[in-house]
């Protein structure tokens, strides 16, 4: 009896996990385990080493990440072109503004305020971009391809056009000021707050507020992409006639992507305008939606990690350039009469994008998967 015990035992230890999935001691012991640990510790430590221009760059990227995200969702995920993401970016900035901010007059316009606890004002603001999207989500859920993108490119000047000339909204050219965000009491403005002998601005304040809307957008959309909505997403990209054929709701699917990628537009407005404290109509035309097409084609059609990726690059290049400007060759400060660093970038990710086309359709989020691989040892009966 207790030899065919013995003999049992261990069968029943050795089993493996259901579907096969790692136990949590494997998960531990994987190298990406230990490099996301060392990267959040190194992110959260950044506001006590970096000064304020490279911590606004990165505020600037996380913003830029925030919006990439939505919209490759929409266009490298379901397969729309948009051409018009500045313009919910814009909802969400001004939307903020006019919900957070005080009646007053400022270069000689009156300004309207309504005065709402900031916090509301930034869940609202990313509603109402939500619910310009779902206005235009109709023309949405049956155009595709560049119909769609010319369709979208009007919504371009179209708020240009607001933005513009609703001055008593707006502030007209000259922009207006952003009301500070206030949270529990807990005021992300310039006034100092001394943590561990390190005086704490606006800028090392938000940047936890930034790490927090990356990170819970990020893991919302790799929850929507992995799951079954991101299934219909990339059989609507794929093939849309088999994808209406097995019972997806092709209009409704593309409709609603839509809306949820004016909302992540929408968020990264708002962080937008409360590290610029300043919301400008020029900086939200076509050449930012430019941009955002850049950034999911150079990180990775389709992929979370690759629109954060594509986003940190192409916000981060021109800030590095200008920092940079008098040690680099051919660049030099704006005004100067060389190359200017926002030139240079465009120059720069522009080829980006070509080679990204012909050497790596996957984006740069393939090469962290791809690199592993190539040395990986083969398992016994694998075929070479």
């Given at each position: 009896m207790s030899d065919t015990t013995a003999a049992a035992a261990p069968l029943v230890t050795?089993?493996?996990a259901p579907g096969g999935a790692a136990t949590f001691t494997e998960r531990l012991r994987r190298p990406r385990?230990?490099?996301?640990?060392?990267?959040?510790?190194?992110?959260?430590?950044?506001?006590?080493?970096?000064?304020?221009?490279?911590l606004q760059a990165g505020l600037f990227a996380m913003a830029a990440a925030i919006g990439a995200i939505g919209l490759n969702m929409l266009t490298g995920?379901?397969?729309?072109?948009?051409?018009?993401?500045?313009?919910?970016?814009?909802?969400?900035?001004?939307?903020?503004?006019?919900?957070?901010?005080?009646?007053?007059?400022?270069?000689?316009?009156?300004?309207?305020?309504?005065?709402?606890?900031?916090?509301?004002?930034?869940?609202?603001?990313?509603?109402?971009?939500?619910?310009a999207g779902g206005v235009f989500s109709p023309i949405a859920g049956r155009l595709r391809g560049a119909y769609l993108g010319i369709a979208t490119l009007a919504l371009i000047f179209i708020g240009q056009h607001v933005l513009f000339n609703a001055g008593s909204l707006t502030g007209g050219y000259n922009g207006r000021?952003?009301?500070?965000?206030?949270?529990?009491?807990?005021?992300?403005d310039d006034t100092e707050v001394v943590v561990a002998a390190v005086p704490f601005g606006s800028s090392e304040k938000l940047w936890y507020v930034g790490l927090v809307a990356l990170l819970l957008s990020a893991l919302f959309a790799r929850g929507i992409l992995r799951g079954r909505p991101g299934r219909a997403m990339n059989a609507i990209r794929?093939?849309?006639?088999?994808?209406?054929?097995?019972?997806?709701?092709?209009?409704?699917?593309?409709?609603?992507?839509?809306?949820?990628?004016?909302?992540y537009a929408g968020l990264a407005g708002?962080?937008?305008?409360?590290?610029?404290?300043?919301?400008?109509?020029?900086?939200?035309?076509?050449?930012?939606?430019?941009?955002?097409?850049?950034?999911?084609?150079?990180?990775?059609?389709g992929s979370v990690a690759g629109a954060v990726v594509g986003a940190f690059f192409v916000s981060l290049l021109p800030q590095v350039l200008t920092h940079y400007s008098d040690s680099l060759p051919l660049v030099s400060a704006p005004g100067t009469g060389g190359l200017a660093p926002g030139e240079a970038s465009r120059y720069l990710y522009g080829a980006a994008v070509v080679a990204v086309v012909l050497f790596l359709p996957g984006g740069l989020a393939r090469l962290g998967i791809a690199l592993p691989r190539v040395n990986r040892p083969k398992k016994s009966g694998e075929k070479k």
């Amino acid at each position: 009896m207790s030899d065919t015990t013995a003999a049992a035992a261990p069968l029943v230890t050795t089993a493996p996990a259901p579907g096969g999935a790692a136990t949590f001691t494997e998960r531990l012991r994987r190298p990406r385990t230990y490099a996301v640990l060392v990267a959040s510790v190194l992110l959260l430590a950044l506001p006590f080493y970096l000064d304020r221009f490279w911590l606004q760059a990165g505020l600037f990227a996380m913003a830029a990440a925030i919006g990439a995200i939505g919209l490759n969702m929409l266009t490298g995920a379901t397969g729309q072109l948009s051409m018009g993401h500045a313009f919910f970016l814009a909802v969400g900035a001004y939307s903020y503004c006019i919900l957070a901010g005080e009646s007053s007059t400022e270069n000689g316009h009156s300004l309207t305020g309504l005065g709402l606890p900031t916090w509301l004002a930034a869940v609202l603001a990313v509603l109402l971009a939500g619910a310009a999207g779902g206005v235009f989500s109709p023309i949405a859920g049956r155009l595709r391809g560049a119909y769609l993108g010319i369709a979208t490119l009007a919504l371009i000047f179209i708020g240009q056009h607001v933005l513009f000339n609703a001055g008593s909204l707006t502030g007209g050219y000259n922009g207006r000021a952003v009301p500070p965000l206030s949270l529990f009491g807990f005021t992300f403005d310039d006034t100092e707050v001394v943590v561990a002998a390190v005086p704490f601005g606006s800028s090392e304040k938000l940047w936890y507020v930034g790490l927090v809307a990356l990170l819970l957008s990020a893991l919302f959309a790799r929850g929507i992409l992995r799951g079954r909505p991101g299934r219909a997403m990339n059989a609507i990209r794929d093939h849309r006639i088999a994808a209406g054929v097995m019972g997806v709701p092709v209009a409704r699917y593309r409709a609603g992507v839509f809306v949820l990628s004016s909302m992540y537009a929408g968020l990264a407005g708002v962080l937008l305008a409360l590290v610029f404290q300043r919301t400008v109509p020029e900086y939200f035309g076509m050449i930012l939606s430019l941009e955002y097409l850049a950034m999911i084609v150079i990180g990775g059609l389709g992929s979370v990690a690759g629109a954060v990726v594509g986003a940190f690059f192409v916000s981060l290049l021109p800030q590095v350039l200008t920092h940079y400007s008098d040690s680099l060759p051919l660049v030099s400060a704006p005004g100067t009469g060389g190359l200017a660093p926002g030139e240079a970038s465009r120059y720069l990710y522009g080829a980006a994008v070509v080679a990204v086309v012909l050497f790596l359709p996957g984006g740069l989020a393939r090469l962290g998967i791809a690199l592993p691989r190539v040395n990986r040892p083969k398992k016994s009966g694998e075929k070479k």
